[in-house]
């Protein structure tokens, strides 16, 4: 059998991942959520300047854990009438960039969903990043915090409870069906999936697409060299060349390793995972998947890599639709 990136194609469905959650795992998320019950889910709408026929569109704004103003773009269709209740689904951007183009959400509002797409803090977008970092930042956001006294420092702590604040100013709208929400997104934009999925337990289904920020550890360990994680071999090169603090290191980038926490997932997943994928490889990715308990299916990409996946789209957008009548 082939060789898959350090796994075996035939175990990829066995693969755990390597490495332990941090001994207060459960009590650090716990004490995160209890900090996102304090924040106001308060937001402003401002009117976009993208013009459509089928919905009406806007920024939205809200101040998340920490006090960061979070941007979004918000689109719901047009001449609401009085009680209607429409579903919704929130997306979730790639690494770097932004939530994107206005149309690419219109697929969603044709089908009656209200869309809310999030601008990741300190990226391509409009969301600020208002954290202060101890210690190398110089490449990419895993690292940021990884030094610091507490690991609430952490970049990804706030930005993985942002999506859960996402989840629940959506439920809050009277226009939306808090019944029927949903989240879908690529690479990060998986990553934020699949942690939406595992803290937001109101949201109806998921559908991520070959997820980041899984198995660090394992990543080390099978020699894996990519971009999208380089800053771990940075981290070593410039903070730590003899290794002395490795086994901290992992045990701090354990808590926002995405195999640690899909165990607390209780909505239908679709996962999607490109086997050729030379990004977010996919043993990385089926250690995240096989520790989630609820319902969940998975489709396999055999000669795809990190790209583009003919028809995913067409999938999700059925699947969603779907769980509507369920």
Excluded at 146 to 155: K, R, T
Excluded at 156 to 169: E, G, P, S, W
């Amino acid at each position: 059998m082939a060789k898959l990136y350090g796994c075996q194609t035939d175990n990829l469905k066995e693969y755990m991942g390597v490495g332990v959650p941090p001994a207060d795992y459960d009590d650090y998320w716990a004490r995160a959520r209890e900090e996102l019950d304090r924040v106001s889910l308060v937001y402003k709408l401002v009117k976009g300047d993208f013009v459509t026929r089928s919905c009406d569109a806007y920024d939205l704004y809200f101040t998340g854990v920490g006090g960061a103003k979070v941007h979004c773009q918000f689109l719901k269709p047009k001449n609401i009438p009085m009680g209607t209740k429409f579903p919704a689904v929130a997306l979730f951007h790639g690494y770097w960039t932004n939530c994107g183009d206005w149309t690419g959400k219109l697929g969603y509002i044709a089908e009656g969903f209200c869309v809310l797409a999030m601008d990741v803090r300190g990226q391509g977008g409009e969301s600020q990043d208002i954290g202060i970092y101890k210690g190398n930042t110089q490449s990419g956001h895993i690292i940021r915090g990884v030094e610091s006294d507490s690991p609430d420092d952490l970049f990804y702590r706030n930005v993985y409870l942002d999506t859960a604040q996402c989840i629940r100013i959506l439920a809050s709208m009277d226009f939306v069906d808090a019944n029927n929400i949903f989240a879908t997104g690529a690479s990060q934009g998986g990553a934020l999936t699949v942690v939406c999925a595992s803290l937001s337990p109101q949201l109806k289904a998921a559908a991520p697409m070959y997820p980041f920020l899984c198995d660090f550890r394992g990543i080390y360990q099978n020699n894996f060299k990519c971009d999208s994680y380089e800053e771990i071999t940075w981290y070593f090169r410039q903070r730590d060349p003899m290794h002395l603090k490795e086994d901290a290191f992992f045990e701090r980038l354990g808590y926002i390793d995405l195999k640690n926490l899909t165990k607390y997932i209780k909505c239908d997943i679709l996962w999607f995972t490109a086997l050729m994928d030379k990004v977010c490889p996919p043993f990385s990715q089926m250690a995240a998947y096989n520790h989630i308990i609820s319902h969940k299916d998975i489709v396999y990409f055999p000669e795809y890599q990190h790209e583009y996946l003919p028809y995913a789209g067409d999938i999700i957008l059925k699947y969603f639709i779907e769980q509507l009548d369920q």
